[in-house]
C-alpha cells in the first residue's frame, strides 16, 4: 500500500478495490475489507467504513476474532456519525459473541459505556466500566481507560472520593499508557480543586506538564487548569505565566487557547491593564474556528470594559456583535447579563442618562429575543447587591433603578415578572433585608425565585423568612 503511505487516497482506493473484486478467498477477502474500512476511517469517510465493516459481519466463515474487530470497528464508526443505539447494539453484540476475544469484549465494552454517557445512563456506564476492570486478561490500556472514564463518570455524579481513588488507580497502573496516566493525574488535580486542596491540584497539574510524551493537548488542560487554580489561590503571576503557556504552545487546540485568551483577559481587568485585556479579547475574537460561546463571550467582556471606561457606544457595538453571533448559535447562547448590569448600575449616571442605557440594552435583548436572559439578570443582580451586605445603595439610587427599568419596559408584556421581581428585591434591600412581609406582594413561585435571588435559606417555599 504505498499510495496509502504517500497520502495518495484515491489511488489507494482503487488499489484495494480491486484486490477486493478479484479474490476469491474468503479469509483474504476479510481482511481486505477491513484494510479499506480503516484505510476510510483514516481519511474520516465513516459511511464508506461502515459499509466494510459490514460487508465483513456478514461473510460466513468469517473467523471470530475477525468478526468481533469489525463489529467493534463499526461501532466506533457509529459513534463518529451520531448513532449511539447502533453503537450500543454492536458493543453488546460483541459481549455476547461466543470465544470473542478479551480485548474486542473489554473495547467493546469501554465503547457502550462512552455510548451510555451520550444517552444519560450513568450506571450502566459504570457497570461497563467496572466490567472491563475486572475483566480477566483486559489489556492494561482498556484497563486504564476503564478506570480513568469511570473516574470522571464518578466525579460527574458529585462522587469526588471515588473520582480520585480512580484517577489514582490509574496512575499506579503498571504499563498504563502516557496518555490515560495524564489525564488520570489532571481529573484528579479537577477533584482536588473542587475539595479545595489547592497545593495537590497544582502538583498533579505540574506533574502533566512535567510527563514525557503525553502529548500537547493534557499538557495544555493541565495549564490552563492550574492558572484557575493559582487565580483562586491569589498567585496574580503565576496565573499568566501558564494562561501564557498554552496560548504560545504550538499545536495547542484551539478551545484551549481561546480560554487562556479569554481567562487572561479578565485577569487583566482585575489588574487594572485594560489595554491587555482588550488586546486578548480582539485576538480571541478574530481566532480562527475558536468556540462560539467563548467567542460570544469575549464580546461581552469587551462592551463590559468599554462600559467601564465610559465608552459606550463602542460598549454596545461589541455587545450587538456578541449578541449576533450568540443568536446564530445551536441552541442560541447569550451567557448571563449579570456583570453587563452591574456596570451600567455602578456607572455614576444621572437619571437621563441611566434610562436611556437601560432603554438600549432592553431593546438589543428584545431584537434578539433574548429578553428571559436579561431578565434573570436584572433580578440575579439586585439579589448580589443585597448579597454584598451593607452599606447598601443609597435609597434614591435604588428607586431610580428600579424606575429606569420600568420605564423602559412599561410597554413589554414579556418583561412584567423581571420588572415585579426586581420592584420587590429593591424594596427588600432598601429595608436592609428586616423586612420579610415585603416578599409576600409575590406568589409562592415568584417568591422562591427572588429568594434564591437574595441568597435567603429556603425553609418553606411558601412562607419567607
Known amino acids: 500500500m504505498k499510495s496509502w503511505a504517500e497520502g495518495n487516497k484515491d489511488e489507494a482506493v482503487s488499489c484495494l478495490d480491486e484486490a477486493i473484486g478479484e479474490e476469491s478467498d474468503s479469509l483474504s477477502k476479510?481482511?481486505?475489507?477491513?484494510?479499506?474500512?480503516?484505510?476510510?476511517?483514516?481519511?474520516?469517510?465513516h459511511r464508506a467504513a461502515i459499509d466494510d465493516y459490514t460487508a465483513v459481519?456478514?461473510?460466513?466463515?468469517?473467523?471470530?476474532?475477525?468478526?468481533?474487530?469489525?463489529?467493534?470497528?463499526?461501532?466506533?464508526?457509529?459513534?463518529?456519525?451520531?448513532?449511539?443505539?447502533?453503537?450500543?447494539?454492536?458493543?453488546?453484540?460483541?459481549?455476547?459473541?461466543?470465544?470473542?476475544?478479551?480485548?474486542?469484549?473489554?473495547?467493546?465494552l469501554v465503547n457502550r459505556a462512552i455510548a451510555y454517557g451520550e444517552t444519560g445512563e450513568t450506571q450502566r456506564r459504570i457497570d461497563d466500566c467496572t466490567a472491563v476492570i475486572e475483566l480477566s486478561g483486559a489489556p492494561v490500556d482498556q484497563v486504564a481507560e476503564a478506570l480513568l472514564y469511570r473516574g470522571i463518570t464518578y466525579?460527574?455524579?458529585?462522587?469526588?472520593?471515588?473520582?480520585?481513588?480512580?484517577?489514582?488507580?490509574?496512575?499506579?497502573?503498571?504499563?498504563?499508557?502516557?496518555?490515560?496516566?495524564?489525564?488520570?493525574?489532571?481529573?484528579?488535580?479537577?477533584?482536588?480543586?473542587?475539595?479545595?486542596?489547592?497545593?495537590?491540584?497544582?502538583?498533579?497539574?505540574s506533574a502533566v506538564i512535567g510527563l514525557a510524551g503525553v502529548g500537547v493537548e493534557p499538557?495544555?488542560?493541565?495549564?490552563?487548569f492550574r492558572g484557575m487554580v493559582y487565580s483562586?489561590?491569589?498567585?496574580?503571576?503565576?496565573?499568566?505565566?501558564?494562561?501564557?503557556?498554552?496560548?504560545?504552545?504550538?499545536?495547542?487546540?484551539?478551545?484551549?487557547?481561546?480560554?487562556?485568551?479569554?481567562?487572561?483577559?479578565?485577569?487583566?481587568?482585575?489588574?487594572?491593564?485594560?489595554?491587555?485585556?482588550q488586546k486578548d479579547f480582539d485576538t480571541l475574537i478574530h481566532l480562527a474556528n475558536a468556540p462560539?460561546?467563548?467567542?460570544?463571550?469575549?464580546?461581552?467582556?469587551?462592551?463590559?470594559?468599554?462600559?467601564?471606561?465610559?465608552r459606550w457606544s463602542e460598549g454596545f457595538e461589541a455587545l450587538e456583535a456578541?449578541?449576533?453571533?450568540?443568536?446564530?448559535?445551536?441552541?442560541p447562547y447569550f451567557d448571563t447579563a449579570n456583570r453587563l448590569i452591574g456596570v451600567v448600575f455602578s456607572a455614576g449616571l444621572i437619571p437621563e442618562a441611566r434610562i436611556a442605557r437601560v432603554t438600549d440594552l432592553l431593546a438589543l435583548y428584545k431584537k434578539h429575543q433574548a429578553l428571559s436572559v436579561l431578565g434573570e439578570g436584572i433580578v440575579k443582580h439586585i439579589g448580589s447587591v443585597f448579597r454584598a451586605g451593607e452599606p447598601f445603595p443609597s435609597a434614591d439610587n435604588l428607586d431610580q433603578w428600579a424606575s429606569a427599568w420600568?420605564?423602559?419596559?412599561?410597554?413589554?408584556?414579556?418583561?412584567?415578572?423581571?420588572?415585579?421581581?426586581?420592584?420587590?428585591?429593591?424594596?427588600?434591600?432598601?429595608?436592609?433585608?428586616?423586612?420579610?412581609?415585603?416578599?409576600?406582594?409575590?406568589?409562592?413561585?415568584?417568591?422562591?425565585?427572588?429568594?434564591?435571588?437574595?441568597?435567603?435559606?429556603?425553609?418553606?417555599?411558601d412562607e419567607p423568612r
Not at 456578541?322 to 441552541?331: F, L, Q, S, V
Request: overall charge negative; charged content about 25%.
Open 219 to 224: 499538557v495544555a488542560m493541565a495549564r490552563l
Open 232 to 277: 483562586k489561590a491569589g498567585a496574580k503571576q503565576c496565573e499568566i505565566d501558564d494562561y501564557a503557556a498554552v496560548i504560545g504552545l504550538p499545536d495547542a487546540p484551539v478551545d484551549l487557547v481561546a480560554g487562556a485568551l479569554y481567562l487572561r483577559g479578565l485577569r487583566s481587568i482585575k489588574n487594572n491593564d485594560n489595554k491587555d485585556s
Open 406 to 461: 420600568e420605564q423602559a419596559a412599561a410597554s413589554v408584556d414579556e418583561f412584567r415578572l423581571s420588572l415585579r421581581l426586581l420592584r420587590t428585591g429593591v424594596d427588600f434591600v432598601k429595608a436592609g433585608g428586616k423586612d420579610p412581609g415585603i416578599l409576600l406582594s409575590l406568589t409562592a413561585a415568584e417568591r422562591q425565585i427572588l429568594k434564591q435571588a437574595l441568597g435567603l435559606a429556603e425553609k418553606n417555599p
Open 292 to 310: 462560539a460561546t467563548t467567542v460570544i463571550d469575549a464580546y461581552l467582556a469587551l462592551s463590559e470594559l468599554h462600559w467601564g471606561d465610559g
Open 322 to 331: 456578541g449578541m449576533e453571533c450568540g443568536a446564530k448559535a445551536e441552541p
Open 155 to 205: 466525579g460527574e455524579t458529585g462522587e469526588m472520593q471515588r473520582r480520585i481513588d480512580d484517577c489514582t488507580a490509574v496512575t499506579e497502573l503498571l504499563g498504563a499508557p502516557t496518555f490515560e496516566v495524564g489525564m488520570a493525574l489532571l481529573y484528579r488535580a479537577m477533584a482536588y480543586g473542587v475539595a479545595g486542596k489547592t497545593q495537590r491540584a497544582i502538583d498533579d497539574c
Open 30 to 45: 476479510v481482511v481486505l475489507l477491513l484494510l479499506r474500512a480503516q484505510f476510510h476511517c483514516s481519511f474520516r469517510n
Open 57 to 108: 459481519i456478514g461473510l460466513s466463515g468469517a473467523p471470530v476474532e475477525l468478526l468481533a474487530m469489525a463489529l467493534v470497528n463499526r461501532a466506533i464508526a457509529y459513534g463518529e456519525t451520531g448513532e449511539t443505539q447502533r453503537r450500543i447494539d454492536d458493543c453488546t453484540a460483541v459481549t455476547e459473541l461466543p470465544g470473542a476475544p478479551v480485548d474486542q469484549v473489554a473495547k467493546a
